[in-house]
């Protein structure tokens, strides 16, 4: 019912939530650095990733499609029950199965508690040695400033691009309950860079608080962290409108 309310600890727990996905059927921990690569062979649980393992990644197949998530604790998961539970899980199952024989591969390279800076910090050493198809950029909350989080997402963009890769800017969504003074003003600077760029900029944040989906169902835990359902509304949100980009 109430949102951080005065001298009170949010629900659940730091500690609760930080450790929502750290585990699966089996209850094996997930190593936070890592990067998480859903592929035909694991499709639900996925397979865990060093940086220098992803600079050495081979060539893929022509017929290959690969996808890259770029974001922080949202994109990462927190806040959903089990790692399949995730949207970046979700979404990688609707693409292989709607791809059919044709093979997909995703990449979660995001960071809880970063922002846009070391995201390009890395992205720049070593993740962009992946050259995903399609990379998918959900940022917005935790950079503090407005010229950064553009001049960055540009770098990236221009980066994505130069390996032959298509961009795709994500309005990073909160929940409607908050104040979002401060988040539409970089929404709107996103907006503008992606009309600069040709990069197409797709409204998270609007769909989330539109009706009917707001009150479906329990959708937050906090102002940015998804529940499991929460997670599930935005991958069957997302999954078609990744298949509808041309060349996917």
Known sequence: LFLYPKDASAFPLNKQLRESITRWDGGKP????????Y????PMVPEFLGDGQ?????????????????????TYGTGAERISETF????????????????????????????????????AESWRFSRPDLLL???????????????????????AHAAGGRV????????????????????SAIQRL?????????????YMSSDPVYDSGMMWWDKVHLTSYGHG????????????VPGR
């Open 39 to 42: 592929t035909r062979e694991h």
């Open 194 to 206: 992606g009309q600069e760029l040709r990069v197409p900029v797709w409204n998270l944040d609007g």
């Open 137 to 159: 950029i959900n940022l917005s909350t935790n950079d503090a400033k407005v010229d950064t989080l553009t001049a960055n997402l540009r770098t990236l963009a221009q980066q």
């Open 168 to 187: 795709v800017f994500l309005l990073e969504p909160n929940a409607a309950e908050v104040g979002h003074r401060g988040l539409r003003e970089k929404h």
């Open 54 to 74: 992803v600079r050495g990644l081979p060539s893929k197949s022509d017929r290959t499609i690969r996808v890259a998530f770029l974001g922080t604790s949202q």
């Open 88 to 123: 970046v899980a979700r979404c990688h199952r609707l693409l292989a199965e709607a791809r059919g024989d044709i093979p997909v591969e995703t990449y979660n390279f995001s960071i809880s508690g970063s922002d846009s800076t070391e995201l390009l910090r890395k992205y």
């Open 233 to 244: 509304v935005v991958a069957d949100w997302l999954a078609p409108e990744m298949l509808a």
């Open 30 to 37: 997930i190593i936070f650095s890592d990067i998480a690569r």
